[in-house]
């Protein structure tokens, strides 16, 4: 047969056929996920941050903390009132 009496498709279109289709089938997979993780992030509900535990110790006029007591209070007060 010469190449315009082939008939369609040849064996090679064939192949390339089940490969782009596989290839698809794997990237829609892996997108899936990513599109559902983000849906569920942006429905979520988002609560408010705990309330800080403790006082917020004052600050020298140095700009740091008197006290090593007073520097771990400040970190405590901010730690605790934070979602971070």
């Known amino acids: 047969k010469n190449q315009s ?3 369609w498709p040849t064996p090679q279109l064939g192949a390339m056929a089940i490969r782009c289709a ?3 089938a794997i990237l829609l997979l892996l997108a899936s996920p990513v599109s559902m ?3 569920l992030r942006a429905t979520a509900e988002r609560a408010a941050p705990p309330a800080p ?3 917020a110790p004052a600050v020298g006029k140095d700009g740091a903390y008197d ?3 007073n520097a771990c209070s400040a970190c405590k007060f ?3 009132g934070s979602c971070a």
Do not use: F, M, P
């Open 78 to 80: 901010a730690a605790t």
């Open 53 to 55: 535990v403790g006082t």
């Open 22 to 24: 596989q290839v698809s």
């Open 67 to 69: 006290s090593k007591d």
């Open 37 to 39: 993780a983000h849906t």
């Open 5 to 7: 009496e082939r008939s």
